[in-house]
Nanobody, 114 residues
Framework: QVQPVESGGALVQAGGSLKLSCAAS????????MAWYRQAPGKQRDLVAA???????NYADSVKGRFTISRDNAKNTVYLQMTSLKPDDTAVYYC????????WGQGTQVTVSS
């Protein structure tokens, strides 16, 4: 069973930028729609962005125009470039398949200070 490894989270000021990475093992990565999720304290885990095997992307309304999801199939890695960060973006960020078929990883903490 695949368990992704997320990295890149940090404490940043509002308006700042971060780039998250997620490495996942397995030969099916390149044909799998991948996604980033986030969970703020006391809230449910929500879908943030998704990218198909062909590179088509979708975003939650709250991050459109600020976040960019991308992937490198040669490295089995998916990225989330985050710009114009807001305190509301504070959460633990996770990656998984869009259908949540992988085990959940530890996530990476993003904290945005005002």
């Amino acid at each position: 069973q695949v368990q992704p490894v997320e990295s890149g989270g940090a404490l940043v000021q509002a308006g700042g930028s971060l780039k998250l990475s997620c490495a996942a093992s397995g030969t099916s990565f390149r044909i799998t729609t991948m996604a980033w999720y986030r969970q703020a304290p006391g809230k449910q885990r929500d879908l943030v962005a998704a990218i198909s095997s062909g590179g088509s992307t979708n975003y939650a309304d709250s991050v459109k125009g600020r976040f960019t999801i991308s992937r490198d199939n040669a490295k089995n890695t998916v990225y989330l470039q985050m710009t114009s960060l807001k305190p509301d973006d504070t959460a633990v960020y996770y990656c998984n398949t869009l259908l949540k078929r992988y085990n959940w990883g530890q996530g990476t903490q993003v904290t945005v200070s005002s």
